[in-house]
């Protein structure tokens, strides 16, 4: 992939004119936009398309959680907004996910990237044993990542502290991809664990997902284009 490829920018909000803006400064300096459940359901699906439909791709960070069929029809009409990647959550089990993988095989010639949800970042170990799961978020993470893959899901979105021993335990096919991503010169916000485009992708992630550092700059250019040009020289 080329470094611009890589990137996926966060738009975490509930304007579509500003999204669709956005959208078509960063056009050809990123991989793509990312919208989640705030921006969709404030908006529909016509308000991905408009974005979608300027030649950006979208990653639909929809996160869906249900009995198999629900969400195999979920995929289906998320497929319709042609999004480049899409996710469910992997402790849906097997059988969801599995439903989810067969509902995107049967788009033809046009498939998305399908990958799963393993573990929120909100939560700790001490979160996960209050829900009787047992070891710890990193088990946990590696756990679900494995089912994920034996179901036929393209990768996980997980935090960089996890990339490495997913890297190992999935082979370098499977997709990472990975949020809450700071350059050194941006503003750290509420992150207390930056951690830097480059070092992201040397520890092996696919996809980063990128925000705040892009979206709020006062130069939103200028910054995705630092970001490309920090992961041309790894």
């Not at 404030?42 to 990653?59: I, K, L, Q, T, Y």
């Not at 998320?78 to 989810?100: D, I, Q, R, W």
């Not at 990958?115 to 799961?133: K, R, Y």
């Not at 997709?175 to 092996?204: E, F, H, N, Y």
Request: proline share 5%; with cysteine.
């Amino acid at each position: 992939m080329k470094p611009t490829e890589r990137i996926f920018v966060a738009l975490d909000t509930t304007d579509v004119s500003q999204a669709a803006d956005m959208a078509a400064k960063l056009k050809g300096l990123v991989g793509g936009v990312k919208f989640g459940k705030e921006f969709f359901t404030a908006n529909g699906p016509d308000s991905v398309a408009r974005v979608s439909d300027g030649g950006m791709p979208v990653f639909l960070d929809l996160k869906y959680y249900d009995i198999p069929n629900t969400v195999a029809g979920a995929i289906r009409a998320a497929m319709k907004m042609k999004p480049f990647m899409l996710n469910v959550h992997a402790s849906g089990g097997a059988a969801m996910m599995e439903a989810a993988a067969k509902a995107v095989s049967e788009g033809g010639d046009y498939k998305p990237l399908l990958i799963a949800v393993t573990v929120l970042t909100s939560l700790g170990d001490d979160d996960l044993n209050a829900m009787g799961i047992a070891g710890t978020a990193e088990e946990q993470v590696i756990r679900l990542a494995k089912l994920t893959q034996s179901c036929g899901l393209d990768g996980v979105v997980c935090s960089a502290r996890e990339v490495t021993a997913l890297r190992a335990a999935c082979g370098d096919d499977f997709k990472l991809v990975v949020p809450g991503i700071r350059p050194k010169w941006a503003a750290s916000d509420d992150q207390k664990r930056i951690v830097t485009p480059s070092d992201a992708i040397r520890m092996g992630a696919d996809y980063l997902v990128i925000g705040r550092p892009i979206t709020a700059a006062a130069d939103p250019v200028e910054a995705a284009e630092r970001i490309a040009e920090e992961l041309a020289g790894i």
